[in-house]
């Protein structure tokens, strides 16, 4: 049946295996299996201990004489009887099993199948839970295999115990088939497999040979052996993601250079002599860090994180205002308008009288005001410009870019970095860059897919906040909710009410403009009642979001847009519709939109959760306002809509390796690739062109590591 193993190569296709037809071969592809090197990547799922075989007589000594006593056994031998018992559906097939030193019983229940298969004369295999009952010993519903000889033929010798693996398998693509493809071409393919670590390195991690490893998982010679092999494999995969990374940081450094910005005691009592409070100590902190960095020639590359108003705009303030300093541009880009809008505005309040000049950028914009704008920054007649994304655009060129920060976008990666080059001036210039966000990246995933991010983190919120109260009420008890808020707006507090659309549909989920309506015309009557989604144009959402600011709109009937950044201390009021439909992380933003001011803050999630999921996002939700606990949990619920950056940066999933179980070997994994690095900075040693070689293949793409090569 089988092709000579050694056609095999690891690169030969599986639909050439034996066995493996264009529908198998199908099934295979949908694993993600289509070569043999695929195909011994696919590791167990888990193993199946089956025991040494014994003779019938010998099984029954082990069993012990003892009425009831149980024991994992194995036996070969030939059926001498069968019998089917009982009735309709508690029908039992019962067997009797012979080998010459003694009689065992075998029964199956609900087996109907089995009438036909297991006949008289049938040689087999046994294996399972045996029990003894009097003087005879009874299998129930065991393992069993025909063997294809009569049983005790003299050259037959009974395999040992071994540990079978178990793929991961699929409904159209049984473990069994994969065990034997696998089976098939493991010898062949052991002896091709090339190891990327050479006998040194290895020895000093204490990890086995490639080869060594794939054979440990597929084939374990016993109990021992997969977590070994899987150990290497796993490091692998962490240590090829963690050297593509170094290897991208060390590439940035030699090739792009960034403005390096004046720092001094006169420029930082200038700086922060502008901002209407002192910095709390762990703005500080990371003013510190940012401020070291900004200093150098090797662009920043970091992430700003903190917490829901903890400040992070005033940071970020100060690295532009640094770059002011020195006579060259920043940029602030935020992930939607009002944001922008909203920086754009506490920027200038900040800086108002000062001779800093800044502006506003945005995609809604007239095109002769954009056009306009566009030459300022090119002229260097304009520091500071905020906006969308927009602003990585081609068109917009900038006289001299030392910083760029970005607020709330984890997806900032490779290409939106890209488009930043040449932006500082020359081609090989690249600005400093700053990433702010509230939603931390868990630990794993800034140790892998962020891992070219050094990190900053403001720990502490300014002075003077007030804890933000969170309750869960089911829909039935809305009312009660509004006319509550209505005393809060009575006595001069400012509420927002979120809803999940924008228009009335078939959904039945509230939207802005009924709910709006609704609320005017109910608990909220004779208050000032404005809605705000993103559909409005620029100049009607600047309108509504003053009057807001301002006191005159009393309540605010809002979709997500509101989500980031907006920011009026006096609404100390949330109220959040069809709650159990948000994300956790989502949520967390929401509600930081109140807690902003000297008030006590209450945030309603008004839900009848219909999943366990969404429930557990409430509780988790009414449980904890610390985003650094709500990140990782985010990770633990699934949710719908958007996860982390994750997913969006095309890096391929694990196939072994898992986090955070295999926190320690990221660690090292890290620690040897950073070392590594430093060594090679190219990995151009010749001892290391496999090594390199793998790690393009794969992650060469994602990483945005073509230039490198
Ligand atoms: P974040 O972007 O981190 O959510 P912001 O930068 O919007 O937070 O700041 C939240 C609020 O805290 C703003 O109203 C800001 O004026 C205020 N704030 C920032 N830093 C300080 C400080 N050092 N002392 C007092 N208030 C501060
Ligand atoms: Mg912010």
Redo the contacts with the bound molecule.
Sequence with gaps: MSTPTREIALNTNVAALPGVGPSRAAAFARLGIRSVADLIRHVPARYEHELAEETIAAAGDALGPTHGATANLAVTGEIASVRVAGFGKRTRLEATIEDGTGTARLTWFNAPYLRNRIHPGLALRVRGKAQRHGDYMQFTNPKWSALDGPPGDADQTPPADRWRPVYPATESLTPAVIERAIEHVLDAALAQIEDHLSEAYREQVAMPRLADAYRMVHRPADESEPPVGRRRLAFDELLLLQLGVMLKRAHRRDTMTAIPLKHNDAIDRHIVDR??????AA?RQVVTEIASDLQQTVPMNRMLQ?????????VALYGMLMAVASGHQACLMAPTEILAEQHFR?ITGMLHGGRVRIELLTGSMPAAQRREIEAALEGGDVDIVVGTHALLTESIRFRSLALAVT?EQHRFGVEQRASLRGKAGEPTAMPHVLV?T?TPIPRTLSLTVFGDLDLST?KAM???RQPIVTRVVPAIEASNVYDYVRTRLDRGEQAYVVVPAIEESATGLKDVHSHAEALAQGAFRECAVATMHGRLDRAERDRVMTAFRDGATQVLVATTVIEV?V?V?NASVMVIEHADRFGLAQLHQLR?RVG?GERKSLCVLIADPVTEDGQARLDASESTTHGFIISEKDLEIPRPGELFGARQSGLAPFLVADLPRDLELLRMARRDAIAWIERDPRLAAPENALLRRRLLKAHGEALGLGDVG
């Design positions: 901002f209407p409070w002192p910095l709390t703005q903190g917490d829901v108003g903890s400040g992070k705009t005033a506490s607020d702010m509230a403001i300014p002075p003077g950044g920011d201390p930081g902003r």
